[in-house]
């Protein structure tokens, strides 16, 4: 019911606020680095104990309710259970490479689905301030300000955000670099903030017309799809066809004009399923 949605969206604030006062603490403090999947897949003690705070105020207030966190999942390196239940998908911190590098672009982020459908997405920059915040049907808003992405329908006049990724396999960074081209080439400009949902949500806001990534999971995009199609993004799968939030890539576009000229261009990636 319209209450049960209230009191999950009321609990998603509560929760970006203590893990962004948790990255506060730590970000000018030494950090405890460990790797993951590749030497570039970084974690860190606060992406742990950030989850580990966030799982366990989720269980106690919504005891049914299923959980796909960043860390619990590359603990037991199990494929994610995607139900219809109300399922929390979070990244304690997204940008972890920026985190570990004393760059402020680190980002909480939130996004929880009933019937696989994301309901609400709550992405916070803590050392900026910035709260970006989106209910399915209700807008995208930043710091309570509604936000609207831009109308830009050329390639030719737009900003493209792309990442680099953690992937340090030699195709996968020649296809990448192969796509950088073709963007940069086209562009007004290339831009990577390295963090995924931060990049979707600064499309929601205005800031770039376009974001492209191949190896993504879905604690990184689930939240920021939704706020960026709430400002009236394009969120697809890069083909252009429809997104899968467990197939790991995504495009963003603020139009759909551009969303196909960029897919048109691209060469795309498979990097499997979360
Ligand atoms: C990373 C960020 C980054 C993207 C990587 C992700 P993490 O997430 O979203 O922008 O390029 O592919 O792994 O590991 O910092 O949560």
């Known amino acids: ?32 680095v460990d790797t993951k999947l590749s030497a570039a897949d970084l974690v860190t003690e606060t992406d742990q104990a950030v989850e580990k705070l966030v799982k366990i105020l989720i269980k106690a207030k919504f005891p049914n ?17 995607f139900t219809n239940d109300p399922t929390w ?9 920026n985190f570990v590098h004393s760059i402020p672009e680190v ?11 994301p309901v609400i997405g709550v992405v916070y920059i803590p050392m900026k301030e910035e709260l970006f915040t989106a209910r399915q049907g209700q807008g995208a808003f930043l710091n309570g300000r509604k936000l609207s992405a831009n109308g830009t329908k050329d390639l030719s006049k737009s900003v493209v955000i792309m990442e680099g990724g953690s992937s340090r396999d030699p195709g996968i960074v020649d296809a990448k670099i192969k796509n950088i081209h073709s963007m940069v080439t086209n562009s007004h400009g290339v831009r990577a903030y390295g963090s995924a949902a931060l990049n979707l949500s600064y499309i929601a806001a205005g800031r770039g017309d376009a974001y492209v990534e191949y190896g993504i999971h879905v604690w990184d995009f689930i939240a920021g799809a ?30 759909a004009e551009l969303g196909k000229q960029i897919s048109s261009l691209l060469v795309h990636l498979d990097m499997g399923w979360d």
């Not at 083909?239 to 139009?255: N, P």
């Open 1 to 32: 019911s319209e209450n049960d949605y209230q009191e999950m969206y009321d609990l998603a604030l509560d929760l970006a606020k203590q893990a962004g006062q948790m990255i506060k603490d730590a970000f000018d403090k030494e950090k405890l």
């Open 65 to 81: 309710h299923k959980f796909i966190g960043e860390e619990s999942t590359s603990e037991t390196g199990e494929k994610c259970e």
């Open 89 to 97: 998908i979070i990244d304690p911190v997204d940008g972890t490479t």
């Open 107 to 117: 980002s909480f982020s939130l996004g929880v689905t009933v019937n696989k459908i």
């Open 226 to 255: 939704l706020i960026a199609r709430e400002a009236g993004a394009v969120v697809t799968d890069p083909t252009g066809s429809e997104l899968d939030y467990m197939h790991r890539r995504v495009l963003c576009a603020c139009t």
